[in-house]
T-cell receptor, first 114, second 115 residues
């Protein structure tokens, strides 16, 4: 069974700083997809960034980037120039190719301090 | 554009009562999903429907039933609620290319308490 582990239950950083959220996963498959979802206090889940395992290049979306280490099964999220609106729960998620069962980690609560 | 709409937003049930959580999407998506979110456990998939007329079990299906009424609507039913089903429930939808290729669009959740 696939598992996703987020070892940082809570983090806080000053506004404008850079923060990195950790995620590790376990799978025996070679073709899969990884995601970071954001859940602000409104409870709405929002996709932040997506990475395909067969692509070596790390995905980026504006201030958000990932460090994907396939051999280490690590998928960390870096938020640059953090903003107050980045305050949210962040979930790492995983799905195997050909599967619809998205597996989520337990989340990291990120607080941006003004 | 409403996206994914869930009703109700909040619900309190007594043990043994039944209820149906409603979900509708207006994005013409093929796939729809029901998740539950519990503290310290992330989101867990209850059931999903890859297309109209099909449903499949997820990680935690026991105690639930689903109906894909049409392309827009996917309901979740608790026949006999138990305190262990106290949770926040999320409905989500995705385009027909699958969850790996398209982001899931989530509703705002239903907070259910079973006493």
């Amino acid at each position: 069974a696939q598992t996703v582990t987020q070892s940082q239950p809570e983090m806080s950083v000053q506004e404008a700083e850079t923060v990195t959220l950790s995620c590790t996963y376990d799978t025996s498959e070679s073709n899969y997809y990884l995601f970071w979802y954001k859940q602000p206090p409104s409870r709405q889940m929002i996709l932040v960034i997506r990475q395909e395992a067969y692509k070596q290049q790390n995905a980026t979306e504006n201030r958000f980037s990932v460090n994907f280490q396939k051999a280490a099964k690590s998928f960390s999220l870096k938020i640059s120039d953090s903003q107050l609106g980045d305050t949210a729960m962040y979930f790492c998620a995983f799905v195997n190719f050909g599967n619809e069962k998205l597996t989520f980690g337990t989340g990291t609560r990120l607080t941006i301090i003004p | 554009n409403a996206g994914v709409t869930q009703t109700p937003k909040f619900q309190v049930l007594k043990t043994g009562q039944s209820m149906t959580l409603q979900c509708a999407q207006d994005m013409n998506h093929n796939s729809m999903y029901w998740y539950r979110q519990d503290p310290g456990m992330g989101l867990r998939l209850i059931y999903y429907s890859a297309s109209e007329g099909t449903t499949d079990k997820g990680e935690v299906p026991n105690g639930y039933n689903v109906s894909r009424l049409n392309k827009r609507e996917f309901s979740l039913r608790l026949e006999s609620a138990a305190p262990s089903q106290t949770s926040v429930y999320f409905c989500a939808s995705g385009s027909g290319t699958g969850v790996r290729n398209s982001p899931l669009h989530f509703g705002n959740g239903t907070r259910l308490t079973v006493t």
